[in-house]
């Protein structure tokens, strides 16, 4: 799924595949760059292994950003069990500061655009 820059949603395809390798990613973004998506800011998914590769190399200047959920998993399992709950609360508390600057932002780009 994509979301322009006015804010609407557009598929942009359904792919299937028996592995998710670097290959894989690259043919992917390929086809969507030829079918016509000029840029992309901000890529997010999970983990997958090779595509920040594959999106490096089809969408140079795109960002990649993992899950969320990946980003608190793989950063609580460098946490004690005795400290986890106390971490986790800490981290939901720092991506909800996180998510109020993007809401503030995106207040901002609406203005600049809409008038």
């Known amino acids: 799924m994509?979301?322009?820059i006015e804010g609407n949603k557009d598929i942009l395809g359904l792919w299937i595949a028996d592995t998710e390798s670097a290959k894989y990613w690259l043919s992917v973004l390929t086809e969507i760059k030829n079918r016509g998506v000029k840029d992309i800011l901000i890529i997010t998914s999970d983990d997958l292994s090779g595509i920040e590769d594959a999106i490096k190399a089809v969408y140079p200047e795109s960002v990649y950003q993992g899950c969320v959920v990946?980003?608190?998993?793989?950063?609580l399992k460098y946490v004690s069990y005795h400290f986890q709950l106390?971490?986790?609360?800490?981290l939901v508390a720092i991506l909800?500061?996180?998510?109020n600057l993007f809401s503030l932002f995106d207040i901002q780009i609406k203005l600049i655009y809409n008038g």
Do not use: F, T, W, Y
């Not at 990946?70 to 950063?75: D, E, G, Q």
């Open 2 to 4: 994509g979301i322009d």
């Open 70 to 75: 990946h980003l608190m998993r793989n950063s």
């Open 86 to 90: 106390e971490m986790r609360l800490i």
């Open 96 to 99: 909800n500061k996180v998510k």
